[in-house]
């Protein structure tokens, strides 16, 4: 897909308080649609400070997928806005930044999520406005996906694999969007290419490393995005434009119980370690003193 290269900068130069070079990236109201939240909420200021007490490489470790969220407790308009401003940071194919992002929260969220879970209760299922799944999967990602559902459906909710109404219930709460008070649509152009999904991949595990930085909880939302017409028919053309695709939902609140996602985990599933998925093209000098 793609190389990255890795080294020190030259000179002693410390790339975390010296940048190299930093193109000009697009304000977060360029890409964001604000237009489907209550004016009273995008009113209110707060001052938008992550956790510093949580190193990075910490962060990134720790990340999960939140299930229980406190829809009364609110997310401000400021934290929102603070994580896709350092979102917006994330390299993409000639600084394109093809993304678009439409925030949900207060009367239209409400009504998103019943005309949702109503199509969900009739068997309408609907389908992504782009190909998801892969036909032909490699056997590590058939491992991957075969751990996640037994972990999840069979060890976590004790449910069968030939249970398919109890799964399907299991599913039904990402319609609720599990209890969070903020959705985001992310969106690319109906154009977009293999290259542009990798550049919104890129910008949504920013936006939940944010997330986890300042305690919020969430996951994203495949599921949402089977769902487009509805999408539009709530939020109009303007939340949901005709010349995009939705890629996928995010939710996002604080988790229930006072929990610090940070420090205890929902639910987190196993990893394909890291042998699993990595070759080493290195010289054998450079890999002992490594392990050294």
Known sequence: VCGLSIGWPTGGRDPR???????????VDEFTRWMPCDSGWLSVAERAGG????????????????HSLDTARPVPRDIIAA??????????TDNAQPWSVTVIQGEARDKLS??????????????????????????????????YGFE??????GLSRDDKDGRRQKYRPN???????????????????????????????????????????????????????????????EGMPENEHLICGVCIGWPTGGRDPRETPDFFPSRLIL???TRWAVDSEWSKASQA
């Open 83 to 92: 994580i896709l401003g350092a979102a917006r940071n994330v390299p993409s």
């Open 114 to 147: 019943q005309r949702m879970l109503e199509a969900f209760d009739e068997g309408r299922d609907g389908t992504q406005t782009y190909k998801k799944y892969s036909a032909n999967n490699t056997p590590l990602m058939k491992k991957g996906k075969e751990t």
């Open 175 to 237: 319609y609720e969007f599990w209890g969070a008070p903020v959705l985001l649509l992310l969106n690319l152009p109906t154009n977009a290419v293999a290259g542009t999904f990798i550049d919104v991949g890129s910008f949504m595990y920013a936006i939940l490393l944010g997330m986890h930085a300042y305690g919020l909880g969430g996951k994203p939302l495949g599921s949402v995005a089977k769902y487009t017409d509805i999408c539009r028919e709530v939020l109009g053309s």
């Open 152 to 157: 999840l459906y069979e060890q976590k909710h």
């Open 17 to 27: 308080t010296q940048p190299d070079f930093l193109p000009a990236r697009l304000g």
């Open 275 to 277: 042998d699993e998925t």
């Open 51 to 66: 956790s510093g007490t949580h190193g990075l490489l910490q962060l990134i470790k720790s990340r999960h997928c939140s």
